[in-house]
C-alpha cells in the first residue's frame, strides 16, 4: 500500500495533523487511570472532598480534550483518505484510458472494472485504518506500560512480557488468513467476468432457455467464494474470543499478583484499579492494531492489484527487427515511395496484372499502407491476419470485405494502433503507427464501429462526442448525411431527446445511424466505416453510401468494411480478406475478373456477373 502512497498529494498536511492529533488523544487517555487511581487513595479514602473535586474537573477537562482531538483526527483522516482515494482513481481511470486493447484484454474489462472500484476502496480504507491506529495504539500500549512502571515496576514486567506473545498470536492470526483474501480477490473478478456476460447476453440465455444451467454455473462460483470467505473469516473470528480469554486471564493474573501486594502494603486498591486499566488499555490496544493488520492484509493485496494496472506499459512485442526496436522506428519514420508491395494475393490472384494494378500510382506517395502486416492475439501464434500489404492514396475510397472471421475488424484495429502489430508495419502519412503518440493517431480517424456504442445524455451531446466544437449547423448537416433527420426531429424535444444508456430506447437502425452522424461531424482525415451500416435497409444505406463516396465528407479518405458487396463494389480499390490473408486487391471489375473469392461473394449476393454472363 505504501508504494502507492505518492498518489496522496495534495492532502498530505491532512496526512501529518490526523495522525498527530489521535496521538494528543491516546496522550489523554493514558492519564485517565493514574487520575482515577489518586482519586481513590487520597481523595476518597481520604476523605477530602476538594481533592476529589479537583481531580474530577481535571478529568471532564481530559475527556472534552480528548474529544475535540479525536473529532478533529478522524475529520483530517478522513479528508486524507477520500482523497487519496480520489487521485488513485482518476490515475486508475486515465491509465485505463490511455491503455492498448492488448493490455485491456490481459487484464480483462471485469478485473480492471474490480480494480477501478473494489479494491480502491480496500486501499483508502487500509489508508484510513493506518492514520488512525499507526501512532495512537502503539503511544498507547508504550504509555500504558511506562505508567504501570509508576505504580509498579514487577507489574511493568509482567506486561512487557505479555505484548510480545499477544502480537505474535494476532500475527500469526493474519498470516494464515492472506492466503484466503487473495483467493477472494480472484474469485471475485471471475464472478463479475460472469455476470458482465449474463447480463448483456441476457436475451441469448432466455432464448436457448439456459437460464437453469447459468444460475447453475454463479452458485457454484459464488460457492467457492462463499467457502473461502468462510475460512477467511474462521481464522479471523478466532481473534476475538481468544482475545477476551487474554484479556480475563491477564486481569486475573494481575489481581492474584497485586492483592500480595495490597496485603503486604505495598500498593494501595486505587492503584490496582489503574494497573487493571492499563492492562486494558494494552491489550485492546494490540487487538485494535490487529484488526489494522487484518485490514492490510486486503489493502496489500488490492494494492498490488492496483499498482500491477498503473505500473503496466504498453510495449508491444514484434518479431521483426525494425518494428522491435523503438530506436529504429525512430529512426526511419518516413514512407519510402515504393518500399511496399501492394498485395500478397492468394494464388487464385497472383499474376501480373494484379501486380501492376496495385502498385503505387505516380501522382503521389500513398496515405494509408500496410508492410507485410501480421497479428495475434494474445501472441499465441495463430495470426488473425497473416502477410498483408496494400496502400491507399490520400483521398481515395478503399473497400475491404470478406466472410466472418476474415479478420475485417482486426485490420481496422491495427489501422488505428488500438492493436500492436505483431510483425510489419502499418504506416499513415509516411508515419509507422507504432511511432505516433496516441493523441496524435486519433486526429486522423472519425469512425463508426461495428457496435453501435451510444452515451446516456441527449442526441446533440451524443453527436458533439465526435467533435465537440460542432456547430449547430454542422449537427444538422450530420443527421442528413446519416438520414438520422428522419426520426431525430420527430422525437419529443429533436436534438434534446434523451438518449438512454446503450441506446435502449432507440432501434438498431437508429443508433447505427446516430453513430454516422457522429462520425460525419467530426473533422477528421480519414473515415473509417466498419460494418456500419448492417442494421440498414437498403434504401437507407444506399443513401449512406451515396453521400460517402461523393466525396463531400470532411474526411478526404475513406475505408468502407462490409460484408455487403454493393456497400464496397464502388470504392477505389477493394481488399478481399479470406481467412485473414488477402485474396485479392484492385477494383471491382479487376477482381471479378481475377480473384476467386471475390466471384463467390458477388455472386451469393447477387447472382449475377453482369457482362461476364
Not at 498530505?12 to 481513590?40: D, N, Q, R, W
Not at 473461502?228 to 479471523?236: E, F, G, T
Request: hydrophobic share 45%; aromatic share 8%; glycine share 8%.
Amino acid at each position: 500500500m505504501f508504494k502507492l502512497i505518492r498518489h496522496i498529494k495534495g492532502y498530505g498536511l491532512y496526512a501529518f495533523f490526523g495522525p498527530l492529533l489521535k496521538l494528543l488523544e491516546a496522550l489523554m487517555e493514558t492519564f485517565v487511570p493514574f487520575i482515577m487511581s489518586g482519586i481513590i487513595d487520597k481523595g476518597i479514602k481520604q476523605g477530602d472532598s476538594a481533592y476529589v473535586l479537583r481531580q474530577g474537573a481535571l478529568l471532564v477537562l481530559i475527556a472534552a480534550l480528548g474529544w475535540i482531538f479525536a473529532i478533529s483526527a478522524q475529520f483530517f483522516n478522513a479528508k486524507a483518505s477520500m482523497g487519496f482515494g480520489l487521485n488513485l482513481r482518476t490515475a486508475l481511470f486515465d491509465k485505463i484510458l490511455s491503455m492498448d486493447m492488448e493490455t485491456v484484454d490481459r487484464f480483462t474489462i471485469p478485473s480492471l472494472i474490480t480494480r477501478t472500484t473494489t479494491d480502491v476502496t480496500r486501499a483508502q480504507t487500509g489508508l484510513n485504518m493506518f492514520l488512525r491506529l499507526i501512532l495512537r495504539n502503539p503511544f498507547i500500549v508504550a504509555g500504558a506500560i511506562i505508567m504501570s512502571g509508576v505504580i509498579n515496576v514487577r507489574v511493568m514486567i509482567i506486561y512487557i512480557i505479555l505484548v510480545p506473545l499477544i502480537a505474535m498470536f494476532f500475527y500469526l492470526t493474519l498470516k494464515f488468513a492472506r492466503p484466503f483474501y487473495k483467493r477472494i480477490t480472484s474469485l471475485i473478478d471471475s464472478i463479475s467476468t460472469f455476470c458482465r456476460e449474463n447480463i448483456i447476453g441476457v436475451r441469448s440465455v432466455r432464448a436457448f432457455g439456459m437460464q437453469k444451467k447459468e444460475c447453475a454455473d454463479f452458485e457454484e462460483k459464488t460457492s467457492d467464494l462463499f467457502e473461502n470467505q468462510v475460512k477467511a473469516d474462521r481464522i479471523s473470528a478466532l481473534t476475538t474470543p481468544l482475545n477476551t480469554l487474554l484479556v480475563n486471564a491477564c486481569v486475573i493474573l494481575v489481581l492474584i499478583i497485586g492483592s500480595s501486594f495490597v496485603n503486604g502494603g505495598k500498593l494501595l486498591n486505587g492503584s490496582i484499579i489503574a494497573l487493571v486499566n492499563y492492562l486494558f488499555q494494552i491489550l485492546l490496544s494490540v487487538g485494535r492494531t490487529a484488526t489494522l493488520m487484518e485490514s492490510f492484509n486486503k489493502a496489500n493485496v488490492s494494492s498490488a492489484r492496483i499498482k500491477e494496472v498503473l505500473d503496466c506499459e504498453n510495449t508491444p512485442l514484434k518479431s521483426t527487427e525494425t518494428a522491435s526496436s523503438p530506436e529504429k522506428v525512430n529512426e526511419t519514420p518516413e514512407y519510402e515511395e515504393g518500399a511496399y508491395v501492394a498485395v500478397e494475393a492468394s494464388e487464385s490472384a497472383q499474376d501480373d496484372s494484379i501486380a501492376a494494378d496495385t502498385a503505387p500510382e505516380a501522382s503521389g506517395r500513398p496515405f494509408v499502407a500496410f508492410d507485410n502486416v501480421s497479428f495475434s492475439y494474445g501472441r499465441n501464434g495463430k495470426y488473425a491476419l497473416s502477410g498483408i500489404s496494400f496502400e491507399v492514396e490520400k483521398g481515395a475510397s478503399l473497400g475491404i470485405i470478406g466472410g466472418t472471421g476474415s479478420g475485417k475488424t482486426t485490420l481496422v484495429n491495427l489501422l488505428q494502433g488500438i492493436y500492436p502489430a505483431t510483425e510489419g508495419r502499418v504506416i499513415i502519412d509516411g508515419k509507422d503507427v507504432a511511432g505516433i503518440p496516441a493523441a496524435e493517431l486519433t486526429k486522423y480517424f472519425s469512425t463508426v464501429p461495428q457496435k453501435s456504442i451510444l452515451f446516456a445524455g441527449t442526441v446533440k451531446e451524443n453527436i458533439m462526442f465526435g467533435n465537440p466544437s460542432a456547430t449547430d449547423e454542422d449537427i444538422k448537416e450530420a443527421l442528413e448525411n446519416s438520414v438520422s433527420d428522419e426520426f431525430v426531429y420527430k422525437k419529443e424535444g429533436g436534438l434534446s431527446f434523451l438518449v438512454e444508456y446503450g441506446g435502449r430506447n432507440l432501434s438498431g437502425g437508429q443508433k447505427q445511424r446516430l453513430t454516422l452522424a457522429r462520425a460525419f461531424v467530426r473533422d477528421a482525415e480519414i473515415l473509417v466505416l466498419d460494418d456500419s451500416t448492417s442494421a440498414l435497409d437498403y434504401v437507407t444505406e444506399s443513401k449512406i453510401r451515396k453521400y460517402v463516396t461523393s466525396g463531400k465528407t470532411r474526411a478526404s479518405t475513406k475505408i468502407i468494411v462490409s460484408q455487403r458487396i454493393s456497400a464496397v463494389s464502388v470504392c477505389d480499390r477493394i481488399l478481399v480478406l479470406d481467412e485473414g490473408k488477402a485474396a485479392g486487391f484492385g477494383t471491382h471489375e479487376e477482381l471479378l475478373e481475377t480473384c476467386d473469392t471475390y466471384k463467390e461473394i458477388w455472386l451469393s449476393q447477387t447472382g449475377d456477373l453482369g457482362e461476364e454472363d
